[in-house]
């Protein structure tokens, strides 16, 4: 088998004195590390930790650029104008670059983060203005999200590559979308349960929905979650059952 | 007479709804534009309308670079942990190239801001961290502050280029420290006396003191504010002189 | 004429360097102050200044309480859980009191600010949410805000008394909306103009809309901008022409 | 014996996502609890489950004010003026009255945080500063600090009471300061020989420095940290011993 397989996770997401994640460990698991850029998470000393430390384990760098909300962690919709939002991300990408650089590691791609990631699914404008600061800064960076959406259609437009990504972790219902947190089969815990829907998805284009359907999903990439306990364990089960099955874990940049 | 000499001034430092200083009229007088970037005052598209006016006048631009502190507009001394003063430089000088290149423009040099700027005259740590922050950005910046001080030995170590600059509307004392604001003297107003002060410095390396003592002084550049009422048209008159009594206006980058 | 009418107006929108509005024009002019606290503009040396203002010109306090957004001023809505907002808005009005006391005043009324004002007309947990941080504070301060909306119904059920203000310099609809901003009618620059409708609003309960329907409109309060060039010498002349109509100004505390 | 000892702590250092310290536990072992107030650390919605748990175990609520720096957790020394800090000061103690009262609490006394309560040891503007905030807020709130200082000074001249606090788990130096952290004998981690400190230092008014030397140390009350692994541990055996002992545990208020 030679299928090709990512395995990103989110990290920096520690802020001056409040510690959160396991970088370390996750840095020595996934393919692809989506660094906060300061705006939701990630204080410079923690940028700069985090990218020498992806440097020197060969993992990807990715902007996961957000809203400017430390109290929320990105994770509530602000209604930026898009004006706003493209120089936002143009700084964080710059921001990102410039502490990588120092590193000797380089921005591959971009994934926004929390509410920023959901709302460019769906809200033409903050869509537009994301993929206009990426085309700005370095057009030949793809963007990481979920299938479908505005972002793709804008990215495309623009020219930009677009990865997508599934949860492999994570029930997914018949029509595609995620099972709500806090709804029976939302989480998965089981390691091998997890490895043999990424190795399907990875061979097949295929993961089977919480009802039972055969869902069509082409994802290069999948994200793995570190900041729950036994987050990073995992993690480390599933990709080493991920190698087991032959599968080649490699970034997509 | 060929001697060139440069004037900067302060832009970008406005944040949000809240306007400071008329960076469009002071861009088309100076040559090289100190840009705030984001941690004492410029928020994202503030900073990006800066660039792109900086580029369409040929202005140089300056990353204005200070201690993460909004509140105080970075004037107030803040003890920061010298690791952490240079991913905070780092952080914020990317961040400034991502959005000076998507205008068409770089950034050209660094200049410390406000506290941060008298800071590392004297502290050994914090000139120390702020060096580094440029050497590991882009060795090919000049640091451009005042003579002498522990930030020009550090930087020389490091080989960095250092630009010097003066205060052409201040008075200085006879051992080439600033009159205090507030003292007599200690601020500059007609435009004639202060071009002639200026002419002198760019020709003859001199600049008189209050008390009349005649001061040994090499500045390639020449700080005008623009922040305080009557002093755009200060610096518009200022350079009329000064293009009048033959002096080449550019920057030294 | 034994009408009674309120002039409100937003101050205390300076931020460190950053100065907004002429606040101690406008508080000589109006009788209801909305004092900034700090989340959307306003830092504590200026609330101190503002309030200090307020009670020797013997002007009532409200507290301005907003979104925790100083890059965007309080005018993006953000889908903060009503949770936290509960708590963000005590939080606000705690502050706010802590230093109007200093200075011998009191908070006496709220009105939300910008983007939250807007969203507790429909968006209902946030109504709710404001209404119980009020609730928990000082359950007998008045809320101030535009007629109807879901804000009105919880502070009614919560025992709540609740203010309606009209805006006299602004352009309203047949439906009873204001006019938007950029369209013609939206604005009122004529002093006597603005001063008859607030003769009519508070002797009759009667606002004439853009399209010249009688609206039913029961305000006892009206605001004021004090933002914009010339703002502050249209409310002095509009408070010149109510005196003179023999209005009384009063605050509704 | 009926010597009586307050333990304090600090808690409500959370931020938004961020979680710091085991505020459930401490709250169930100290009788004082010093609550961030939102400029070092503390979201709202952290600091009103802080003091409704302090209530329910009626625990004393102080006002841990500290410098408006986040990133830093108030740890670095800020160049604030006076004027501005008395400011800050104040905002952060209505904000924290504001939420403790809708909890059915009070604020009880202030403990600065940080550099800041180092600071006004020696720094005679910001002691000044700090203390005119207090007395303009509520003069009858005592102020908890360590022994001496330009702080005690200023407090008894504006006729505040003050607390004088000792470290039961740090090392003293034979001239009363704490033995520098990284230094042998700097942190003491056996709960008997703490409890054995607390006694003598309640019973007698002594506590032994590293070097032997008995040194004379009134103190109302001893801080306990609880913010490294192992500390709530520490905390709660030391409690326990002191118990045993015959200490009567009680807030100074």
Redesign the interface.
């Known amino acids: 088998m030679t299928a090709l397989l990512d395995l990103n996770s989110d990290v920096g997401e ?7 994640g396991d970088d370390d460990a996750l840095l020595a698991i996934v393919t692809s590390a989506n660094v906060a850029c ?1 705006f939701h ?1 990630g ?3 923690t ?2 930790h985090t990218c020498a430390t992806a440097v020197a384990h060969g993992v990807a760098i990715g902007a996961q650029v957000g809203y ?6 990105g ?7 898009p ?2 939002l493209t ?2 991300v ?10 990588a ?2 590193e000797g590691g380089t921005v591959d791609y971009v994934k926004p983060h929390g ?1 920023l990631y959901h709302a460019i699914r769906t809200n033409d404008g903050q869509a537009a203005a994301v993929v206009e600061a990426v085309r ?2 370095d057009p030949s960076l793809p963007l990481l999200g979920m299938p479908g959406g505005r972002w793709r259609a804008h990215a495309e437009r623009a020219g930009l590559a677009t990865v997508t990504e599934a949860f492999a972790d994570r029930g997914y219902t018949a029509e595609g979308e995620l099972v709500p947190r806090g709804t029976a089969g939302a989480v998965l815990t089981d390691p091998v349960e997890v490895a043999v829907r990424c190795v399907r998805l990875a061979t097949e284009g295929v993961i089977i929905a919480a009802d039972g359907t055969e869902l069509s999903m082409t994802a290069r990439s999948v994200c793995l979650h570190g900041d729950t306990p036994g987050a990073v364990e995992l993690a480390r089960a599933v990709r080493a059952e991920l190698v087991a099955a032959g599968l080649t874990l490699r970034s997509f940049g």
């Open positions: 520690s802020f001056g004195t409040w510690r959160l300061g998470a204080d410079p000393t940028i700069r400017r909300d430390l109290p929320g962690f994770r509530r919709f602000i209604d930026v104008d004006v706003d120089a936002d143009l700084y964080q990408l710059g921001a990102l670059q410039g502490i650089a120092a509410a700005l800064f």
